[in-house]
């Protein structure tokens, strides 16, 4: 079987093409629409089409909405509230907490400097830069 097999031959008669171009609204010839409805298989096909217009015309586009229930507007203020009280509670617990913390005795690497210990100094430069003002940089030109 091909998709030609499975959809039937549904080509129009002109008589059934003027019926639907006056049920679109459109303007047809007064006399080629007797014509038309001169035929009883073309009448047939009119009242169908036109019951199955009226059927789906009183149908509305499908269109999708959240209904809030009235629990759930009675709710979200009470939410927010509960939020409020949780992060103020966390906030206050955290704060005590390390408000009484006693502060760990200082370590050994704390108490050694430099200053303390003899024949600890600073390595020699391996060159110097000079910043005389006036010379090497101004004020203006650090504007610019």
Same mark, same amino acid.
């Given at each position: ?39 009883? %298989? ?9 019951? #199955?217009?009226?059927?789906?015309? @009183? +149908?509305? !586009?499908? *269109? ?20 409020? %009280? ?9 704060? #005590?907490?390390?408000?009484?913390? @006693? +502060?760990? !005795?200082? *370590? ?37």
């Amino acid at each position: 079987m091909t998709p030609d097999d499975l959809t039937p031959d549904t080509s129009l008669s002109a008589a059934c093409v003027i019926v639907d171009a006056l049920l679109d609204g459109e303007a047809v010839d007064k006399q080629a629409l007797r014509d038309a409805l001169d035929d009883r %298989a073309t009448r047939d096909y009119f009242v169908d089409a036109l019951v #199955l217009r009226q059927l789906t015309h @009183e +149908m509305a !586009p499908m *269109t999708f909405t959240v209904a809030e229930s009235p629990v759930a507007r009675t709710r979200r203020p009470l939410q927010w509230v509960m939020s409020a %009280a949780v992060l103020a509670l966390v906030a206050t617990g955290g704060y #005590l907490a390390g408000h009484r913390r @006693e +502060m760990p !005795p200082p *370590t050994a690497d704390a108490l050694v400097s430099a200053a303390s210990e003899p024949g600890v100094t600073a390595p020699a430069p391996t060159k110097i830069i000079r910043l005389d003002p006036g010379v090497s940089w101004t004020t203006e030109t650090a504007r610019q």
